[in-house]
Nanobody
Framework: VQLQASGGGLVQPGGCLRF?????????????MGWYRQAPGKQRELVAA???????NYADSVKGRFTISRDNAKKTVYLQMNSLKPEDTAVYYC???????????????WGQGTQVTVSS
């Protein structure tokens, strides 16, 4: 199972970015999918998560600015980030709880980190 993320980069304050993260491999089912971030010197934190049924959860710091969505058929999760602030600067990681064929429980998988820098 692999998670391949795309998006990210350098953006000015107030700008926007969109991430996508596609899961591939021997996947029977995907539970929750989400995005985490880690800023220098800080712990990794949850940004947003979405269940297979579409229920969402956001960090307070991004509510009203970020939107998470997913396409179950494409096994892909998206993160639309608007009104970006310098404090959003971090490495962003996608995450998914995956039940692989041949497994009896869900395991966490992580995509490669993607740098987001918000600066003028």
């Amino acid at each position: 199972v692999q998670l391949q993320a795309s998006g990210g980069g350098l953006v000015q304050p107030g700008g926007c970015l969109r991430f996508s993260c596609a899961a591939s491999g021997s996947i029977f089912s995907i539970n929750a999918m989400g995005w985490y971030r880690q800023a220098p010197g800080k712990q990794r934190e949850l940004v947003a998560a979405i269940t297979s049924g579409g229920s969402t959860n956001y960090a307070d710091s991004v509510k009203g600015r970020f939107t998470i969505s997913r396409d179950n058929a494409k096994k892909t999760v998206y993160l639309q980030m608007n009104s970006l602030k310098p404090e959003d600067t971090a490495v962003y990681y996608c995450n998914a709880g995956v039940l692989a064929y041949g497994s009896t429980w869900f395991n966490d998988y992580w995509g490669q980190g993607t740098q987001v820098t918000v600066s003028s």
